[in-house]
């Protein structure tokens, strides 16, 4: 069992990951903001990069757990398609190729030609990650894989990632609003009741380094309720 979590927490720190590139590489965080200033053209691209932030998240997530566990693959959804269409015209199936070369000319292609973006993206993608947490490894559930399904938010407060405040105050140890808001969620349910049986929220804004004012995260493997009855 602590197999399935412990892919759930590496892929959520790869999203994580995404998610903090796209605000911290000068190149893509060019897309991220450029909306309100931007020509015509550029206020249309930037409306939908927004979106294939998203959409390259949950198909990174899909991929990677499916990768370890291809009984889950076709049991893996999320609240994005993996086809991407831009308003300039561009269409792809957003897919992580077997190359990292491969993976930044489909993601160029939809990107208007930006292979800097493009290849930021795909390098993070790439990268092999793994994450371990004690209490992910003890966690024994007697769930055979083959009956679980998985549920992908990529950015749950995407648009408060958007606009990326970094100076909203906790109320009682959450945040109502700002980047700290910002989660990768996943859950896992039984597929044929529905019930939920665990989750990881992984929070990739936590902490801001005051020195080099980049973010670092903490996800935090989360039992549901319903987990201790099994
Ligand atoms: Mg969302």
Same mark, same amino acid.
């Given at each position: 069992m602590a *197999?399935v979590l412990r892919?759930l927490l590496? !892929? &959520?720190?790869?999203?994580?990951?995404?998610?903090?590139?796209?605000?911290?590489?000068?190149?893509?965080?060019?897309?991220?903001?450029? #909306?309100?200033?931007? !020509?015509?053209?550029?206020?249309? %691209?930037?409306?939908? %990069?927004?979106?294939?932030?998203?959409?390259?998240?949950?198909?990174?997530?899909?991929?990677?757990? *499916?990768?370890?566990? @291809?009984?889950?693959? +076709?049991?893996?959804?999320?609240?994005?398609?993996?086809? %991407?269409?831009? /308003?300039?015209?561009?269409?792809?199936?957003?897919?992580?190729?077997?190359?990292?070369?491969?993976?930044?000319?489909?993601?160029?292609?939809?990107?208007? =030609?930006?292979?800097?973006?493009?290849?930021?993206? !795909?390098?993070?993608? +790439?990268?092999?990650?793994?994450? /371990?947490?004690?209490?992910a #490894?003890?966690l024994?559930?007697?769930?055979?894989? &083959?009956?679980?399904?998985?549920?992908?938010?990529?950015?749950? &407060?995407?648009?408060?990632?958007?606009? *990326? /405040?970094?100076?909203?105050? @906790?109320?009682? =140890?959450?945040?109502?609003?700002?980047?700290?808001? !910002?989660?990768?969620?996943?859950?896992?349910?039984? /597929?044929?009741? *529905?019930?939920?049986?665990m =989750?990881?929220?992984?929070?990739? %804004?936590?902490?801001?380094? @005051?020195?080099?004012?980049?973010?670092? =995260?903490?996800?935090?493997p989360?039992?549901?309720?319903?987990?201790? #009855? +099994?």
């Open positions: *197999g892919a590496s !892929a &959520s720190e790869k999203a994580a990951n995404i998610a903090r590139v796209c605000r911290q590489e000068g190149a893509l965080f060019q897309l991220l903001i450029q #909306e309100k200033t931007g !020509a015509d053209k550029n206020k249309k %691209f930037t409306q939908d %990069f927004k979106t294939l932030a998203d959409v390259i998240i949950q198909e990174v997530v899909r991929h990677d757990v *499916g990768k370890q566990f @291809p009984e889950l693959l +076709h049991a893996i959804h999320g609240e994005e398609s993996n086809t %991407f269409e831009n /308003r300039l015209g561009g269409r792809v199936e957003v897919q992580v190729c077997s190359v990292e070369t491969d993976t930044a000319a489909l993601l160029c292609s939809v990107l208007d =030609g930006n292979e800097e973006a493009a290849g930021l993206l !795909a390098q993070t993608i +790439h990268q092999e990650i793994e994450l /371990r947490d004690p209490a #490894e003890r024994e559930l007697a769930i055979p894989t &083959s009956s679980m399904g998985i549920w992908i938010d990529p950015i749950d &407060s995407t648009n408060q990632y958007i606009k *990326g /405040r970094g100076d909203v105050d @906790p109320e009682k =140890g959450l945040y109502p609003s700002g980047l700290q808001s !910002a989660l990768v969620l996943i859950g896992v349910y039984d /597929r044929a009741s *529905g019930e939920p049986i =989750g990881v929220i992984n929070q990739p %804004f936590n902490q801001c380094d @005051p020195g080099s004012l980049r973010y670092s =995260g903490t996800p935090s989360t039992n549901c309720t319903v987990c201790s #009855e +099994h």
